[in-house]
């Protein structure tokens, strides 16, 4: 025998000190700090597989069989030890802990019924699966059982013999339901290739007790089968009961303290069959120390979350509708109420969001609220009227700047500019800067499906705002167009960088198409072109400026009737 590895014990030298002040200082800082945590030494359990087997044995009679499972994959030595035939009566101590599990088929060994029964990976793959077919013994994860994995119908199989022609009485069957709801009777491949093949070449009198004894088999794998399928449906069944009591308690506790903490008006309100979907609240763990102080935060955001959208709906949008009242007096008679000086004024929903609105609105709930009390805000409009219209200009010209090509810069006023045009990314209009402004687009909830709808708290907030006052806050949804724009001015002989709406409109030259009209007699302006190059850009070539004929045709072109609007021509 070899002698057993001798252990070397790393021992930490003691530092030397020179004076005893010294010691002292460090002695006092080394209380001050944490003390470190020790780390694990590796392979700690190596030697384990020596210990006496009595001891071993021991031990594993308070195991479960996955932990067996578990405990053999991890080294030759234990996966040796527990694999052995001689040593079963460990498995069938281990299964003895789980109450009501059938016993071990004699088709299958005790590590084999072990992993079928609970380990929760799939045959095929080793993925994650939880689809056992007990008559089969095989377990399969859900795209696995999909593509019939070892699996065919039974009625695509030829008869084996002619003494039992129904292949459901000689091999175990499963009932494998589609996605379209449709039940299909398996049989697996592998017995029927084996039972092919055992009764090839037999006479009848010499198939007739193999085929006795095959359906008794089958017959024994039928109910080991119904037996495991009924302990694993009780054992999902008290599985499902106990994390239902551990839900039903924790959201107990969580109501109570809420109560305590005084948010029983957002329950009453929102009710508690609502407020108990958060996922703090119907988790299925129990609650704890540590869990407790971690959702605790969670919860008071979240209700307040929910205060918020009560006041927003019971109190707030009432509010709202009196401003929205005031405002439309504001638009009827401009002249009782201070001049804004500015050329498109905000929207509602935009004023309702300025800060001396907003006060106003959420207003304690005690105070009355009223159209006169909002006079007093009124007279900060203009200021307020500017910053936004400064804000929109800022938004605006971010969005034309990122459209410009590298080559070309912008010079001057960016919104007297001609090449300054949006696209509406809902309407597919084009617009100058004025008109992007006031744009009704600009003023709509976005739309989204129900699939892609995110209930945010923001959202639901903003949503119930647009739901009291008919629309959102201005927001911009557009994009550039500069581009184009920079085509159509170059072919008038003009520097896009300094061209102006006014300086286009007073010296651009007319333009016709020749895709709507071939021979050439249908003019547009400039803006028309501009959108013409839109609605077809592979055609835009054909866009060209009559030069010599640009005057007598545009002479000719008043006299020409403004087609109807059935017509397919996009010229006008």
Not at 33 to 38: L, W
Not at 461 to 484: D, E, H, N, Q
Request: net charge positive.
């Amino acid at each position: 025998m070899t002698s057993p590895k001798r252990l070397h014990l790393h021992l930490m030298k003691r530092p030397k000190y020179e004076d005893a002040q010294g010691s002292e200082s460090l002695l006092v800082e080394t209380q001050d700090t944490k003390p470190s945590r020790s780390r694990a030494r590796k392979g700690g359990l190596s030697l384990l597989p020596t210990i006496s087997l009595d001891v071993l044995f021991e031990i594993f009679g308070f195991l479960k069989p996955l932990d067996l499972l578990n405990l053999a994959r991890t080294s030759k030595a234990f996966r040796n030890l527990l694999m052995r035939k001689s040593n079963a009566f460990i498995w069938r101590a281990s299964r003895s802990l789980i109450p009501n599990l059938p016993e071990c088929p004699p088709d299958l060994s005790e590590p084999q019924y072990a992993c079928l029964a609970f380990d929760p990976h799939c045959y095929n793959c080793r993925g994650i699966g939880f689809n056992i077919i007990w008559q089969f013994r095989a377990k399969y994860c859900g795209p696995c059982l999909r593509i019939h994995i070892n699996m065919e119908p039974a009625y695509s199989k030829p008869v084996v013999t002619q003494l039992c022609p129904n292949l459901n009485e000689l091999l175990p069957t499963y009932i494998f339901r589609d996605l379209r709801l449709r039940f299909t009777e398996m049989i697996q491949t592998s017995q029927y290739e084996a039972l092919s093949l055992r009764l090839n070449g037999l006479d009848c009198a010499e198939q007739t007790p193999v085929i006795e004894e095959t359906k008794k088999v089958v017959r024994a794998i039928r109910e080991h089968a119904d037996a495991c399928k009924a302990w694993l449906s009780g054992v999902n069944r008290a599985r499902s009961d106990e994390l239902h009591q551990i839900r039903e308690g924790r959201k107990r506790i969580i109501k109570e303290w809420l109560e305590t903490e005084g948010w029983k008006p957002e329950i009453d309100y929102h009710t508690w069959w609502k407020i108990s979907k958060h996922r703090a609240i119907k988790d299925s763990r129990p609650l704890t120390v540590r869990i407790w102080s971690r959702i605790r935060p969670i919860l008071t955001e979240y209700m307040s979350e929910m205060r918020t959208i009560r006041m927003e709906e019971t109190l707030y949008n009432s509010r709202r509708r009196i401003l929205l009242q005031a405002w439309n007096d504001f638009l009827a008679e401009p002249a009782s109420f201070p001049n804004t000086d500015v050329d498109v004024l905000p929207h509602v929903a935009d004023v309702a969001r300025f800060k001396p609105f907003d006060d106003i609105i959420k207003l304690p709930a005690h105070v009355v609220v009223e159209r006169d009390t909002f006079l007093p805000a009124f007279v900060a409009l203009p200021n307020l009227v500017r910053n936004w219209r400064r804000q929109v200009d800022q938004q605006l010209a971010a969005i034309i700047t990122n459209g410009y090509p590298k080559e070309y810069g912008p010079v001057g006023d960016i919104r007297q500019l001609a090449t300054s045009v949006f696209v509406c990314n809902a309407c597919e209009q084009l617009f100058f800067w004025i008109d992007a402004v006031a744009h009704n687009c600009s003023l709509d909830f976005p739309r989204v499906s129900s699939k892609e709808r995110n209930d945010s708290f923001k959202e639901q907030v903003a949503r119930i705002a647009y739901y009291s006052l008919g629309s959102s806050p201005w927001s911009p949804k557009f994009r550039s167009s500069t581009v184009l724009a920079i085509h159509v001015i170059r072919s008038c002989c003009q520097d896009p960088r300094t061209a102006t709406l006014a300086h286009m409109d007073s010296t651009s030259t007319p333009f016709y198409c020749f895709v709507c009209h071939p021979d050439g007699k249908t003019v547009m302006h400039w803006r028309k072109a501009r959108t013409q190059s839109l609605t077809q850009q592979s055609s835009f070539r054909r866009l060209q400026v009559a030069t010599a004929i640009a005057t007598p045709i545009w002479e000719a072109a008043k006299n020409i009737s403004v087609p109807s609007m059935s017509t397919k021509c996009r010229c006008w």
